[in-house]
């Protein structure tokens, strides 16, 4: 089964998260020397949670990309901020009671993070080029907070 990879927009993925880009209105704070793009992510740690703050270093994945692999996070959202200018692949499926639905994949421009809402499904993180380097903001607490799901038959993402 093939997914064709959109480019990621902030209207296209809205219904699984918030698109983190230095794009839209802003505020000039530092004296006029730096914008500030405020509050784009709705971040949520749920009862119990508070934020933390991880670095994920993950191997570079290539296109063609196979996966069968999708999780949640029930407890609270995940956000990914890419600490290297290079476009990754984010996977994201609607959720169809309970299980994931078929997914749909988008790459970023390099330039842009996103956050996952708490209970989206969603593909393991995968970075297309190296150092695959990734501040990650999401809830840290005392319950679980991963839910992981295999398709019975694998999704294969081509070259654009």
Request: net charge negative; glycine share 10%.
């Amino acid at each position: 089964m093939v997914i064709v990879a959109q480019p990621l927009t902030a209207a296209a993925f809205a219904p699984f998260g918030d698109v983190l880009a230095a794009t839209g209105d802003f505020r000039l704070i530092n004296e006029g020397f730096c914008q500030r793009h405020h509050d784009r992510a709705k971040l949520d740690f749920g009862p119990g949670g508070r934020a933390g703050i991880s670095i994920f270093k993950a191997v570079p994945r290539v296109l063609p990309y196979v996966f069968d692999l999708v999780e949640r996070h029930p407890e609270g959202s995940q956000a990914f901020v890419p600490m290297s200018d290079d476009p990754f692949l984010v996977i994201v499926a609607p959720d169809e009671g309970g299980r994931p639905g078929t997914p749909l994949a988008f790459v970023t421009d390099g330039a842009q993070g996103i956050n996952f809402h708490r209970g989206t499904w969603h593909g393991v993180l995968t970075p297309l080029h190296a150092p695959g380097l990734f501040a990650v903001i999401d809830r840290i607490g005392p319950t679980p907070n991963l839910e992981e799901h295999r398709y019975a038959q694998p999704f294969t993402i081509p070259p654009p």
